[in-house]
């Protein structure tokens, strides 16, 4: 597993009042969460956030547009803060991006390269956007992966199943939050 961080990601009051689908998603994220914490893997929070003016949004860009009229993201909406439910403690990272990848238009590589992270456990909303654009950026970045497949939701429960069950383990190691708490503790 390398020297990990536990990257949750999107988990924002407006994408879990859309996403939950009453199946448990929140408190097995902070059982993920919990037990990073406990085996002294960093806890990094990735959350969208996008400035007041549409100054980053471009017409072309057919997702960042169809966001901001949704009302989704703004800076500083309540709705655009971390859940409550798996909020960050003292010591957790907090990062903002941009667009679609933890990586795009914010300091996550500079947070992992400053804390020598390798390996990266990916967990968020939702699956098919922010989970598998972070995981393709990341495999261009040569860290090692794992996905929690039940710490990932998605509003396509079909789309879900897809990625977790097809295509992530081609490139990542893929676990439940139970069989990767047992890894963890194993190590």
Not at 52 to 78: M, Q, Y
Not at 111 to 136: E, F, K, Q, Y
């Amino acid at each position: 597993m390398g020297n990990s961080a536990l990257l949750v990601m999107d988990v924002q009051e407006d994408v879990v009042a859309i996403a939950d689908d009453g199946s448990g998603y929140l408190p097995r994220l902070r059982r993920a969460i919990d037990g990073a914490r406990a085996a002294g893997i960093t806890v990094i929070y990735v959350k969208m956030a996008l400035r007041p003016g549409d100054s980053e949004v471009s017409p072309r860009n057919k997702v960042i547009t169809n966001v901001v009229r949704a009302g989704l993201f703004a800076e500083g909406a309540p709705g655009t803060e971390i859940h409550h439910d798996v909020a960050p403690q003292e010591d957790d990272v907090v990062i903002t991006k941009r667009r679609g990848s933890a990586f795009s238009g914010s300091d996550l590589d500079l947070i992992l390269r400053a804390r020598d992270i390798d390996s990266l456990v990916l967990t968020g909303i939702a699956t098919s956007a922010v989970v598998l654009s972070t995981l393709w950026h990341a495999i261009d970045l040569d860290f090692g992966l794992t996905v929690l497949t039940d710490a990932c939701l998605d509003t396509d429960p079909e789309v879900h199943t897809m990625l977790t069950e097809r295509l992530f383990p081609l490139w990542a190691d893929v676990f439940t939050v139970e069989d990767w708490l047992k890894a963890v503790a194993a190590r």
